[in-house]
Every structure is written in structure tokens, then in C-alpha cells.
């Protein structure tokens, strides 16, 4: 998933950072928020994870223009403020959850998924797709009870298809979903990841198809009997 990081602490900003890739997602991280109202305006993320206190724009005034924007991205919101009036104004301008620092980054993770698995649909924990199985909370895909070990961008993207069956996915969609601006993919990245994964499920009841120059599809099997 491609999250959005606006945190002026470096270090802890990289510290969510470093976490987020490497558990396969595309993380960005900007410490101002003009800077995230800027990038907001042009980029969608799965989920943003926003500092209250920046320099410039309070991180209270991007959650309110992001929403003035119709955007209804998931954001959990980092303050050090705990009464209780504050956490009801943040709940009412349209964060969707919040932590009050110092935070576990366990929990923090926890709280990341449940706000993914609620903005992609039921919150399941574990995706079932014919005799695969794809656990969310352990990053573990199976295939008839037997683990198969994929690499985090493959169990990414292997989520991202799970969870878009039925839809056509474009390489650039994908790409977006995954890696970050400070990275750079080749043109083949996808195409490479996507044949892994073929070899990889090769005994599943996952088949990726792809359709020339649109992109790759995963039937919904329940449309498909």
C-alpha cells in the first residue's frame, strides 16, 4: 500500500519510514504540512499517517483541506495532546484514529491495519481465495494449510490483487501502490513481481491474467463458477 508520513521529527519520521518499506509498502515522508497539502492536491495514498504539531500548516488544517477535497483516505493523526476535547475535535474534523506520543509501533502497525482492512471492506484479517489463504496480521500466504514464502513486495501485491478482484489494475496503479517518489522501479518492475508471484502460486487457485496494454486482472472466483 502507498502510505503518506507527516512527521517533523526525523527521527522518528524515518523510523516509520524504514518500517512501513520494510514491511513492502510505498512510504513517503514529508515534514511540513504545506508540504503534504501540496502533495495531497496531486497524489492519492492508501493511508496517512499525520503529526498534529508541523511547521506551517498544523496538521489539524490538512486533515480539513483533505476533506474539503472529498478524499476520504484513511488518516491516523499523531498528537501529544491527551484531554479529551482535543481528541473529539480531531475525530470531528475527520480522522478516522489517533495515537498520543510516545506510542508502541506495534500498536501503531495494529491500528494502521485495522484502518486498511476497513477502507478495502470487511475487516478480515485473512483474505481466503480458493484453497489460498493470505493473513494479513502475520504476512503469511498459504496454499492447502501449506506456507509459501514470499518476499514483502510479493505478499503486497499479491494482497492488492486479492483485494481488487474483478477490476482491471494498470502497472502504473500498481507501481503507485507500492513504491515511493524517492524510488526508482524499471519500467519491467511489475511485470517481474507479477512473474514470481505466477511461479510462486503456481499450485493455487490464483490466476493473474494479463491483458495487453490495459494491464492485469484477478477474476472474482465467486463470478467466475
Do not use: W
Not at 504539531?53 to 491516523?76: A, H, I, Q, S, Y
Not at 495515537?99 to 481466503?128: H, M, N, V, W, Y
Not at 493473513?135 to 500466504?141: E, G, L, P, Q
Not at 513504491?179 to 514470481?196: G, K
Amino acid at each position: 500500500m502507498r502510505i503518506l508520513i507527516v512527521e517533523d521529527d526525523e527521527t522518528l519520521g524515518d523510523a516509520l519510514s524504514r518500517r512501513a518499506t520494510r514491511q513492502g509498502h510505498g512510504a513517503d515522508l514529508v515534514v511540513t504540512g504545506n508540504q503534504a497539502d501540496e502533495i495531497l492536491k496531486r497524489q492519492n495514498y492508501d493511508l496517512i499517517i499525520l503529526d498534529l504539531n508541523l511547521p506551517g500548516l498544523d496538521g489539524k488544517r490538512v486533515l480539513e483541506n483533505l476533506r474539503k477535497r472529498k478524499k476520504d483516505t484513511p488518516v491516523l493523526v499523531l498528537t501529544a495532546r491527551e484531554q479529551v476535547e482535543d481528541r473529539i475535535t480531531l475525530l470531528d474534523c475527520g480522522a478516522d484514529d489517533y495515537l498520543t506520543k510516545p506510542f508502541d509501533f506495534g500498536e501503531l502497525e495494529a491500528r494502521c491495519r485495522a484502518l486498511l482492512r476497513r477502507k478495502s471492506g470487511p475487516a478480515r484479517d485473512q483474505i481466503t481465495y480458493g484453497n489460498l489463504v493470505l493473513d494479513r496480521n502475520a504476512c503469511t500466504v498459504s496454499i492447502d494449510n501449506e506456507l509459501i514464502d514470499l518476499k514483502q513486495r510479493e505478499f503486497r501485491l499479491l494482497e492488492i490483487f486479492l483485494t481488487h478482484t474483478g477490476r482491471v489494475l494498470s502497472k502504473d496503479e500498481l507501481l503507485n501502490h507500492i513504491y515511493s517518489f524517492d524510488e526508482s522501479p524499471s519500467p519491467n518492475a511489475i511485470e517481474l513481481y507479477v512473474a514470481r508471484l505466477r511461479k510462486k502460486l503456481a499450485t493455487s487457485s490464483v490466476d493473474i491474467k494479463t491483458l495487453r496494454g490495459l494491464g492485469y486482472l484477478l477474476n472474482d472466483l465467486d463470478e467466475a463458477k
